[in-house]
């Protein structure tokens, strides 16, 4: 088998995973719910004023940035699905950054930042 039938495998059981299933799932479900692109709505203008007023000066970064995650915070609360959404792209994420870390490893011998102690990222060594 060659590496490119492997890769192909790899990304079959990827885009086949609970995971990957879960976040397409809340992907679509968010999407069609009009509450939830409501919220959404007003949360991206929000980041917008943000943006604005942090370039004009009236805000400094770490105001910005606590203000937006109080608006994130404040849209999960509007709109569960929406946060239902991002942590079913989170786990999503973690699982191709894990089966990353793998790949790493075996190219380079090297998984960046790994404490050898596998319970703190789920992914193992082999």
Known sequence: MTIFEKTRELGEMI???E????YKKAELIQRDDEQSQEAMKEFNLNRINLARDLQNGKLSREEAVEKNNKAFEELCEKAPLIKE???AKER???MVNQ?????NFYITGSTGGCTHDCSSCGGGCG
């Open 19 to 22: 995971e990957m299933k879960a």
């Open 15 to 17: 885009r086949d995973s």
């Open 92 to 94: 999503f994420d973690s």
């Open 99 to 103: 089966v990353n870390t793998i790949i």
């Open 85 to 87: 959404y991002v942590e």
